[in-house]
Every structure is written in C-alpha cells, then in structure tokens.
C-alpha cells in the first residue's frame, strides 16, 4: 500500500516557524518527484513548492519565496518543508504529493499519482 502522511502542522503565531515532514513509503521514493499543496478555507489548492527525484532542482510558489525550504532525504523517505516568517495567509491544509510521471530532472504540480491526506497549518495571534 502507498502512504504518504504528512506531520509538523499546528498553531504558530504570525513571524513563526514549523517544519512540515512528508513520510512516503511503499514505492521506491527515488522514482518520484514530490510536491507540498495547500488549501485554505474556501480557497483552490495551489501548488507550493516541489523538488525533484534527486534533489537537485526545487521549485517554489512567488507567495513562499524566501520563507519556505523544500529538502529531501532519500535514504530516509522524507520531504520537509521548512516553513519561516509565517504569516496568517499561509493558514492552510498542507498536502504532499508524489510524481511517478515527471519527464527529465525537474518536478511540477500536475499529474500526481499519489496524495497525503494533510496537516493543519492556523498562523494566529
């Protein structure tokens, strides 16, 4: 069975920091690309960052630019987000994902093969 389960969510004040963790297991996690989402109250989802199989390229949204780090470890099966400087708008359901069908060396936010059911993020004072 593919699991992807997400951890780190809670409630943080604006100016904060948590630290999300992707823990994928079933597959061989060096095939995929992996991707965080989120979705806020009433908001689509949106792609916030990815990284590639190896590591090697990420790729982050203009709104979390600077204030989040995406990293993986291979050895261990994880995606972190590193997320910094929150502030009330990055309240939000966060999601991972993984990409089996990503062509070449980079990673996106369309086509996934596999979701975590997500974590809550609340940025309040």
């Known amino acids: 069975q593919l699991q992807l389960v997400e951890s780190g969510g809670g409630l943080v004040q604006p100016g904060g920091s948590l630290r999300l963790s992707c823990a994928i297991s079933?597959?061989?996690?060096?095939?995929?690309?992996i991707a965080w989402f989120r979705q806020a109250p009433g908001k689509e989802r949106e792609g916030v960052s990815c990284?590639?199989?190896?590591?090697?390229?990420?790729d982050y949204a203009d709104s979390v630019k600077g204030r989040f780090t995406i990293s993986r470890d291979n050895a261990k099966n994880t995606v972190d987000l590193q997320m910094n400087s929150l502030k009330p708008e990055d309240t939000a359901v966060y999601y991972c994902?993984?990409?089996?069908?990503?062509?070449?060396?980079?990673?996106?936010?369309?086509?996934?093969?596999?979701w975590g059911r997500g974590t809550l993020v609340t940025v309040s004072s």
């Open positions: 994902a993984a990409d089996r069908g990503i062509v070449g060396s980079g990673c996106g936010y369309d086509g996934m093969d596999y």
């Open positions: 990284i590639s199989r190896s590591g090697g390229f990420t």
């Open positions: 079933g597959f061989t996690f060096r095939s995929y690309a």
